[in-house]
């Protein structure tokens, strides 16, 4: 291993970063408001929003990311007439959109599931509590139910965040130079696959560390009933009394 | 006890014969991409075909190995040489001086200019120097001339070319400063993206380029610019190795030299370009 070198791969491969957490970040923002339409549809309870919605999440989810930019990038881009009549051909003209709208409907599809999955999980008794004292609608939703359900679905949600960042690697197939698109240029040009993949490693590796930390600061910041309570110093004079 | 010993016997006798019929026949493992036609591709019925595969054929013959032949994606080919996944490749690589130091070459068996891929409506189709012929290694002066003459074309364009190819070494180096480089994994991704009109021109080699125009697709295509050779767009076409491998690249070596003498290559050349890349030394 030569450390000089894989320093050098290490700055290069830096300058990658920045599309790296744009793509990432993008998908995951966009995807989240999709995502939370489609658990809501899911749960809706009519049978015309509920179908769509689950005939989405299964296509999306049960077909390889690979397959789905391709047919977004090199697919579209055989229906350029038609696109251009819509007025939709500047989005779809730019590899960028392209990666950000295949990443975002891919993360849609398993997030809204993550999503359901906390809204499911929160107890009915509560949800009759709340009910109880009054509230309803919106308010139900803000209260009692979004907290209770965001807490039980953040690890779920954080592994879902990590796995698009990740998944940004895919974009370089459509010339996308994010940092393993850098990756593979630098190894054409030295050959040195181990040094330069093992930095490209390291540098999702980093990134992945600061999201996971940043995850774990929000659930600790949601679940204050699960810290245990300061101590609390017995107050002395009391005992006298 | 008899028993173990007939099996013994069996197997030492199966290895005997093995070990014969490798002395005879060794096989070399030749590594192409697949996917750049009509060098080498995946044909209808999925095998692989093209110039390569029959001049691969044709070498092993005259070196009496037995040849497999496996594909591989490009942009790995060469650390999957050096990591013995096989011995050869022969996938339409440029011999360069960066490659060579990893990897030994043989040949050249061919050598081809380059070129850009445009519409005919497009206003770089009418890129000075189209038609002309410039070797960057014994013309520079030329060559670069040449490519100053075209530069100002293509400021504010996008190119595309296929990564970790000559070209885009190419295009690093000469066209960066005035145009947006795109790299492609495969030459068919930058071909779809010309039609679908995100780039403007498509840079590579020519024989790439005929077999695109080739397609009914394309018929509103053409090649233009002049056609560059040498410097650093390589000594041609030659069979990559692992380095210091003496006899496999003699091997080669002599099969390279024999087929370019009685016509072999001429022949395989014209059969799937329709012209003759024969090197001339």
Known sequence: MDFAFMWDAFLTLLSGVPLTLNLAFMAVGLGAVLAMLLALMRMSGLKVLDWPAQAYVFVFRGTPLLVQIFLIYYGLGQFRPTLQEWGLWVFFREPYWCAVLALTLNTAAYASEIMRGGLQSVPHNQVEAARACGMSGFLLYRRVVFPIAVRQALPAYGSEIILMVKATSLASVITMMEVTGLAAKLISQTFRAIEVFVVAGLIYLIMNFIITRIIMAIEWWLSPHLRRPPAVEPRLEAAHV | ?281
């Not at chain 2, 002395?23 to 750049?36: C, D, F, N």
């Not at chain 2, 005259?62 to 790995?76: L, N, T, Y």
């Not at chain 2, 190795?241 to 016509?263: S, T």
């Open chain 2, 1 to 281: 006890m008899k028993f173990v010993k007939t099996i013994g016997l069996a197997l030492l006798g199966s290895a005997l014969a093995m070990g014969g019929a490798a002395a005879q026949e060794k096989t070399v493992k030749i590594a192409t991409e697949g996917a750049y036609a009509p060098w080498n591709f995946t044909g209808p019925g999925g095998k692989l075909e093209g110039f390569e595969i029959d001049l691969a054929n044709d070498l092993c013959a005259r070196m009496k190995v037995k040849c497999e032949i496996v594909a591989q994606d490009w942009d790995g080919i060469i650390p999957a040489l050096t990591a013995k996944k096989y011995d050869a490749i022969m996938a339409g690589m440029s011999i360069t001086d960066e490659r060579k130091k990893t990897i030994d070459f043989a040949g050249p068996y061919a050598n081809s200019p380059n070129g850009f891929l445009v519409a005919k409506n497009s206003p770089l189709a009418k890129m000075p120097g189209t038609g002309e012929a410039f070797n960057l290694g014994s013309q520079q002066a030329a060559a670069e001339k040449a490519i100053q003459a075209y530069k100002p074309l293509l400021k504010g364009k996008t190119i595309g070319v296929q990564g970790s190819t000559i070209h885009s070494k190419f295009a690093d180096k000469y066209l960066k400063d005035v145009a947006e480089i795109r790299e492609y994994k495969t030459t068919e991704q930058h071909d779809l993206d010309l039609a679908a009109g995100r780039i403007d021109a498509v840079l590579a080699d020519s024989t790439a380029i005929i077999g695109t125009l080739d397609k009914p697709e394309f018929k509103d295509y053409a090649m233009v610019g002049p056609s560059i050779t040498g410097g650093i767009l390589g000594a041609g076409v030659g069979v990559g190795m692992r380095q210091g491998e003496a006899e496999l690249k003699k091997g080669f070596e002599d099969a390279i030299q024999a087929a370019i003498k009685d016509g072999t290559v001429k022949k395989l050349s014209e059969k799937w370009f329709k012209v003759d890349l024969t090197p001339r030394s």
